[in-house]
């Protein structure tokens, strides 16, 4: 009896949260099953670092089905660059069975440090559940002309499921949404929907993800695909390690663990735990029972024990931003209509 193949595409493979993404889907996923990730990274030398790290975890879980490894290199924040990471999948592959949008990019410029210890003195449990003192440029733009962090972590992606739509239909996909816990109706204008005036354009990024999934959803099951969306609670995340250093990350780990104490439930802290949700409703979610009209979320009890807590989603502005999204789809499709381009080069 021939082995079932399933290929799962990971974007920000060579992120903490999007590796661990990977491991918890090797173990989760039928060990009968043939399993293919693509990595997806900007740069070859990442991607060849996250396979061997993949390929090291496979031997210690003891799979019985093969995992193989391919990869992408795409970055959302080049529209060219998601046209030639969809022409390199329709080559190698006729069905994708799941997808995880992992794309998570900030503009920080650093931390307001007397915000920072003024907030964990007055309330450190909202000062590292929900930091304002986070620094971010405001009004920068990509070389498409889009606010960067709008198009790196929404619109990108949206446009790149747009193209692979088929492959998606063809394997019966589910889509993984990755939100944050920061999402926040307040960090969104919806006269800003690029986020070029927000000094909070991360989060806004983000609200802007949950209102994706609540504008598409619907559709999506009707043409095959079940889509969620998640967030990974709050964990140790490298992407902003630059902005410390060894006394400020134990510091921050510190409040982290006492946040956990004080019965936080979101402090994960640890990337693997934070992977909980995403690989949850990809592989143990009942799209029959599970509603897709709320947030999967990772948690953790005081004591270490991660569980999935759901919450709901404010659907104020869905229909606005799906508006938009549809007309820069159309601009988009125009634009590239006569693309070209080429860029796979062997492993």
């Known amino acids: 009896m021939a082995m079932d193949r399933k290929v799962a595409v990971i974007t920000g493979t060579n992120s903490n949260l999007g590796i661990n993404i990977a491991y918890r889907l ?60 969809y022409y390199d999948l329709q080559k190698q592959y006729k069905a994708i069975h799941y997808l995880f949008i992992n794309a998570a990019q900030g503009v920080y410029d650093g931390i307001n440090w007397f915000q920072a210890v003024k907030d964990v003195m007055t309330n450190p449990l909202q000062a590292v559940t929900f930091p304002e003192y986070k620094v971010q440029r405001v009004g920068v733009k990509s ?10 972590n929404v619109f990108g992606p949206y446009y790149f499921i747009h193209k692979i739509m088929p492959m998606l239909q063809e394997g019966h996909a589910i889509i993984v949404w990755i939100s944050s816990i920061m999402s926040l109706p307040k960090y969104l204008s919806l006269n800003d929907m690029e ?6 354009s991360y989060e806004g990024s983000k609200r802007l993800v949950d209102l994706v999934h609540l ?55 640890d990337g693997y735990k934070a992977a909980n949700a ?48 549809k007309l820069k789809t159309k601009e988009w499709d125009e634009k590239l209509k006569d693309q070209i381009v080429n860029t796979r080069v062997p492993l």
């Open 26 to 85: 090797i173990e989760r996923e039928d060990p009968t099953t043939r399993l293919t990730i693509v990595v997806t990274s900007r740069t070859l030398p990442r991607v060849r670092e996250v396979i061997e790290l993949l390929k090291e975890h496979v031997k210690k879980v003891n799979r019985v089905g093969l995992v193989d490894y391919d990869y992408l290199l795409v970055d959302f924040t080049n529209m060219v660059s998601i046209l030639s990471a």
């Open 143 to 152: 070389a498409d002309g889009m606010g960067l962090v709008f198009q790196a």
């Open 195 to 200: 986020l070029l005036q927000s000094d909070a």
């Open 215 to 269: 504008g598409t959803y619907k559709q999506m099951k009707e043409l095959g695909i079940h889509q969620y969306v998640v967030h990974p609670g709050i964990f140790t995340s490298h992407s902003f390690f630059k902005f410390l250093n060894v006394f400020t990350y134990y510091g921050m780990l510190f409040l982290f663990y006492f946040a956990r104490l004080l019965g936080s439930k979101w402090h994960n802290i």
């Open 278 to 325: 995403p690989v949850y409703v990809a592989t143990l979610g009942n799209p029959q029972f599970d509603h897709q009209n709320v947030k999967f979320g990772s948690a953790t009890s005081m004591d270490g024990i991660e569980y999935i807590e759901r919450t709901d989603i404010d659907p104020t502005g869905t229909e606005d931003v799906m508006d938009y999204m």
